[in-house]
């Protein structure tokens, strides 16, 4: 945010006064903006009863000088403002952009300009008392005033061309004259001109004509010199072989010869035809067809086992006292020889019949060869033992 304040000391002061002047601090976010390439305007308008919210009238723009780190306004610069409230902003436009910098960004700073004793600040309203007062004053003056001596000459302006900038073709055309800080009587130029309006488009312009050049001469080919095998070409020595040097002999270790790299190919080529040949035996079919016969069995057995361990699941031990509502001292008492005669693994079997979890040799599907066939049904009758216990 931009704020611009004016120091206490000279924010009033009386009409006629041209040798005061007015320091403003201007400051962007808290900071001292740098003001160097900047064009400095202020720009003033009078306001009633201090209004600092609705300014009524613009009355006049003044330079802005740098001073330290503020700025100053030249009392002598207003001198055509009349007594009144003013409010006033600071323009900073910059000489390379011509962007203006606006302080403060709310609101506006205020000066106050105090009537003199003179009270001649309005022509049309003044009374003859104050008229002829003046006139004695002048009268005064006059009488002691007396030729002077000749002046010096002053100094002849000097005019410094600054920057150019292109407007768009229904702009205005500006100009600028700014006053350098180093040196107050040279002030630089700065223009702002409109671009011109687009042109038609010229006519297509004749083709040109021209004769055809000369042949060149023929080049020279290059030739190898039969003794140092150089590029030549004419009589010039490059000194670039032409040839390529002999290369070193290579290491034997390093490669494959042709002999072993025929033997690794026949070797597998045989291995190729034998396992192509084994692949197409008989005994690799019989050994596929005996693997699916097993495979076949397993999953039978499987189904099986399944169903006895279900089988054993629903039905009661034989050791197992049914249950009654006899107490128990109206049971019967079981002797010690009863206890005796009872083998130690019925009670963990299952009181289903042995014959009834034994799968004989009939229940496996004949396969192709005897041998097998037994053998097979052997590892059926195990397995189902096993889980039957």
Do not use: C
Request: proline content about 7%; aromatic content about 4%.
């Amino acid at each position: 945010m931009r704020t611009l304040t004016i120091a206490d000391n000279w924010k009033d002061w009386k009409f006629g006064d041209t040798d005061a002047v007015m320091t403003f601090t201007a400051l962007d976010d808290d900071k001292v903006p740098d003001f160097s390439n900047r064009t400095l305007t202020f720009k003033i308008a009078s306001t009633l009863n201090n209004d600092l919210e609705h300014p009524k009238d613009f009355a006049a723009t003044a330079t802005g000088y740098i001073q330290d780190k503020n700025v100053i306004l030249k009392t002598e610069d207003v001198k055509q403002l009349t007594p009144g409230n003013y409010i006033v902003e600071l323009w900073a436009m910059s000489n390379d952009t011509q962007k203006d910098a606006v302080y403060p960004s709310k609101g506006f700073a205020q000066f106050t300009i105090e009537e003199n004793s003179m009270k001649v600040s309005d022509v049309t309203n003044i009374p003859s008392m104050t008229i002829n007062a003046f006139w004695n004053a002048v009268m005064q003056k006059v009488g002691t005033l007396t030729k002077g001596a000749k002046g010096d000459p002053g100094q002849t302006p000097k005019i410094v061309m600054g920057s150019v900038t292109k407007l768009s073709p229904d702009a205005q055309p500006s100009a600028t004259l700014v006053p350098l800080q180093s040196d107050p009587n040279t002030y630089t130029l700065n223009l702002q001109l409109p671009q011109g309006v687009q042109g038609e488009q010229g006519l297509q312009g004749i083709p040109g004509v021209g004769s055809k050049g000369l042949d060149g001469n023929n080049g020279l080919t290059p030739t190898i010199d039969p003794k140092t095998k150089h590029w030549m070409i004419g009589g010039t020595d490059t000194g670039v072989i032409a040839e390529g040097q002999a290369g070193k002999d290579a290491d034997p270790s390093k490669y494959v010869t042709i002999v072993s790299f025929n033997q690794l190919r026949q070797q597998v080529q045989d291995n190729a035809t034998a396992l192509d040949a084994l692949q197409k035996s008989a005994v690799n079919k019989d050994l596929q067809t005996q693997i699916a016969n097993l495979t076949s069995q397993v999953t039978d057995l499987t189904a099986q086992v399944k169903a006895l361990q279900e089988a054993k699941s629903d039905t009661p031990k034989s050791d197992e006292p049914a249950k009654s509502n006899t107490p128990a001292s109206d049971k019967p008492a079981i002797s010690d020889s009863a206890k005796s005669d009872t083998p130690a693994s019925s009670a963990d079997s299952p009181s289903t019949p042995a014959s009834s979890s034994t799968t004989t040799p009939d229940s496996t599907p004949a396969l192709a060869d005897p041998d097998t066939s037994a053998s097979s049904a052997s590892t059926s009758t195990t397995p189902t033992s096993n889980n039957v216990q």
